[in-house]
């Protein structure tokens, strides 16, 4: 379970350019929940995220992950609850290790810091287990560098990475944004694979309207650091693409009249 509190963040606070990115943002999901999360640029679907995976810290309010108060606690502790993949394929695997050893390394990364064996047979093994579900052949290629595979190929390997520690939140930011509509779509299917075998937490940030009514089983709109919207049940099961769209309509004429 996931719970947000009051959360308060202020960018340059007190300069002209002072921005609050999130203002008093408040949301609770339930373990298993897949939440959607849209807005147009600037809503705070970033700065929620970063707060959430503890990349960032909250000027106030509190998050809570299954009755554990993380509010202070820093990224790497934090990483043991949370797992995130990024927009950029780049950013979650180190190119200059192989495949196996940046499995290592996610696996390590999610338990409790202790002396403990490397590369194993059994873990190269469970590795290749993991891998095979996205059928890219990635199971056959564990002690290839991953700087030679492609944006897709290193966004897969990031997904897995991610959900083989089964963490207790799973982040996606815009995750299939960089790829190419074939590959977005493996990575896409990949994910709601995992999703719902694990029965993972998630919370995933995109700007198509399409997934937002067809994947989750909440949509959460934010609007100037707050929510905006929540859609769950029937009313979910009744938007549409152009319903969404309505939403940032009205709030667009409202900037426009200044109310």
């Given at each position: 379970?996931?719970?947000?509190?009051?959360?308060?963040?202020?960018?340059?606070?007190?300069?002209?350019?002072?921005?609050?990115?999130?203002?008093?943002?408040?949301?609770?999901?339930?373990?298993g929940d897949?939440?959607?999360?849209?807005?147009?640029n600037g809503a705070g679907k970033s700065t929620m995220m970063n707060a959430v995976s503890g990349a960032l810290m909250l000027d106030q309010g509190s998050i809570t992950i299954n009755g554990t108060d993380v509010t202070a606690m820093p990224v790497h502790d934090r990483a043991r609850h949370v797992a995130r993949v990024f927009?950029?394929?780049?950013?979650?695997?180190?190119?200059?290790?192989?495949?196996?050893?940046?499995?290592?390394?996610?696996?390590m990364r999610q338990t409790?810091?202790?002396?403990?064996?490397?590369?194993?047979?059994?873990?190269?093994?469970?590795?290749?287990?993991?891998?095979?579900y996205l059928g890219l052949g990635l199971e056959n290629r564990l002690d290839t560098?991953?700087?030679?595979?492609?944006?897709?190929?290193?966004?897969?390997?990031?997904?897995?990475?991610?959900?083989?520690?089964?963490?207790?939140?799973?982040?996606?930011?815009?995750?299939?944004?960089?790829?190419?509509?074939?590959?977005?779509?493996?990575?896409l299917n990949a994910t709601l694979?995992?999703?719902?075998?694990?029965?993972l937490t998630t919370m995933m940030v995109t700007h198509n309207m399409a997934h937002a009514i067809d994947y989750g089983n909440r949509i959460i709109m934010l609007d100037a650091g707050k929510v905006l919207l929540e859609l769950s049940g029937e009313e979910k099961a009744r938007a549409t693409v152009p319903d969404l769209i309505g939403h940032f309509s009205v709030k667009s004429d409202r900037m426009l009249l200044g109310a």
């Open positions: 379970m996931l719970q947000i509190r009051d959360a308060r963040r202020v960018f340059f606070r007190g300069m002209p350019d002072e921005k609050v990115a999130l203002d008093g943002l408040s949301l609770k999901l339930a373990r897949f939440a959607v999360v849209i807005g147009s927009q950029d394929p780049m950013k979650g695997t180190a190119a200059s290790m192989t495949i196996a050893e940046n499995m290592l390394l996610a696996e409790p810091a202790r002396l403990r064996r490397g590369l194993t047979p059994a873990r190269r093994e469970t590795y290749r287990e993991h891998l095979s560098p991953v700087s030679l595979l492609s944006g897709g190929q290193r966004q897969s390997l990031s997904l897995v990475m991610a959900v083989s520690g089964e963490p207790d939140i799973l982040l996606l930011d815009e995750h299939t944004a960089a790829l190419d509509p074939r590959t977005a779509d493996l990575v694979r995992a999703v719902s075998a694990l029965k």
